[in-house]
């Protein structure tokens, strides 16, 4: 029985003719490959090659040999190649959720980074109402979500990788629009689009509302920030939502100020704490940290 590599040279050998050449193609010395030559044909009890000026010229029963070997060879490359690409997370689907804020700009912008040094790479991606979280993780339809909550379950794993503000979104034309910054206080008089309390946007817009000495009292209620936005810029109402849902100018038609309330919310990696990570999520979150340092968020840290 030969080992693979005792098949490798014996190859390399019957393809280039000659020691020297077959010494150039593994890239080894040619006095190494000569003893393993001669290793083989004393363990096979045959000759393989006759040795004429220079050259090794196969004998028949190197050819028969040959001829069963190169098949076996050829799934050997197969196979080598195929590790390769698992392990470059080629050949694998990353499949990724979102939050709708988050999936609005910054999770494309991650994956635009990724397509750009692995164009190869399948993805499919999906934006997730908070109530699809859980099961999305658990039955494993994908690998991670990236949420501005984290999710409490025993076998999800919540990591922040992210933070931003909040800001009060206005129509262009508001009597507000030239101030720097926005305080609750001054979006009383005007009609409030906004969140249940009972959301994670809500439970911390109405937290700032209350440390500005006043009350989240919205007009109308929303589900998701993309909504909000819309209705804020049909003239609707005005509106306080997370940094991520207007992060990349995507509301030309908004004026967007920060709030002046020291409250804010995080980005959260999600992952199944029972599923061990692919190469291709691996890679995803690398390029996700570097998006929000790119984006002026804050880090883990901050």
Known sequence: MMSLRQIEVFRAVMVAGTLHGAAGILHVSQPGLSRLIRHVEDKLGVALFDRRKGRLV???EAQTLFAEIEPIYRQIEQMKSATDRIGKGEGHTLK???SPSLGRYIIPHVLATMAADKPLMPAQFDVLSTDQVVDY???RYGEAVVTI????HPMVTSTIVGSGGLVAIL????VLAEQATINPRDLAPFDLIGFETSTPHGSI???SFEKAGTTYRPRTIIRFAETACALVEFGLGVSVVDQFTT???VYPRLVVRPLDISAGMKIYLNTNSTVASSVALRTFEGALRRSIATLGLG???D
């Open 96 to 98: 990724i959720a979102a």
């Open 299 to 301: 880090s883990e840290r």
């Open 149 to 152: 909550f984290p999710v409490e």
């Open 137 to 139: 993780l658990t039955w």
């Open 58 to 60: 196969p004998t028949a």
């Open 205 to 207: 817009i109405a937290q």
């Open 247 to 249: 992060t990349g100018d």
């Open 171 to 174: 129509p262009c034309d508001h």
